[in-house]
């Protein structure tokens, strides 16, 4: 059976992961067209390089997968599981997923601004790992600039073609803390087939065809209940 997960925000805020959006967020704390923008990044990279550095160390230091990860990593030796994430961290692969399109990008990787080809991924707490240094223009062992590999406000979301694709061929499709508020990934929905089941897992949901079975629940909690459920299916 071919599981298909969409995460969001959501799952990573139950794991210590700040959102940007709610309450407190990043957002909050930092103008979004500074810090996730073409033009913020023209103006000031090493802000920009700063913001998600900061990022990734809190992210090593404080935050690990939760218990809705870690299900829908078992899941895979049951089903044929799919992850598409709107979040950046690496949450669901370090907890074992072996096949995640991230929608936004990865906060883990830069890539070249000359070579966009180039892809690198880069340790918890030091860019120099990789031959990168941290100065104001960041540049990778070829002497070329490099940014963060994410999606910014007003870029095009370049998974998001694969990821309608994924949606298309699910017989179950599982969205898991989102607000539905977001686009593209709130769209996804729109590709399930007829025939698929299909579950919203968030404790606050947002309103939801009625064809749409809702498990108003946190990730940690719903997930892992439903997980159980699908895990007994693989075995009938």
């Not at 095009?156 to 607000?179: K, L, Q, W, Y």
Request: hydrophobic letters at 40%.
């Amino acid at each position: 059976m071919k599981v298909v997960i969409s995460s969001g925000a959501g799952v990573s805020a139950e794991s210590g992961m700040m959102t940007y959006r709610d309450a407190g967020g990043l957002w909050d704390n930092y103008p979004v067209m500074e810090v996730a923008s073409d033009e913020g990044f023209a103006k000031n990279p090493k802000l920009i390089h700063q913001f998600y550095s900061n990022l990734r160390t809190k992210m090593a230091a404080n935050v690990k997968p939760n218990a809705a990860h870690l299900a829908l990593a078992e899941l895979e030796k049951y089903h044929d599981v799919r992850i598409i994430t709107q979040n950046v961290d690496d949450l669901h692969e370090r907890a074992g997923s072996t096949n995640v399109l991230h929608l936004h990008g990865e906060l883990m990787k830069v890539r070249s601004m000359r070579h966009p080809e180039r892809v690198y991924t880069l340790p918890c707490d030091e860019l120099s790992d990789k031959g990168l240094t941290t100065t104001v223009d960041t540049v990778d062992p070829y002497g070329d600039h490099v940014r963060p590999h994410i999606v910014f406000f007003g870029e095009s979301v370049p998974n998001f073609e694969p990821a309608c694709h994924m949606v298309e061929d699910a017989d179950v499709v599982i969205v898991i803390g989102t607000s539905l508020v977001v686009y593209p990934a709130a769209a996804l929905l729109q590709y399930a087939p007829q025939s698929a089941k299909v579950y919203y897992v968030d404790p606050r949901p947002a309103k939801v065809p009625s064809w749409v079975n809702v498990i108003a629940e946190p990730a940690t909690v719903g997930v892992t209940r439903l997980v159980e459920e699908l895990k007994q299916m693989a075995s009938k």
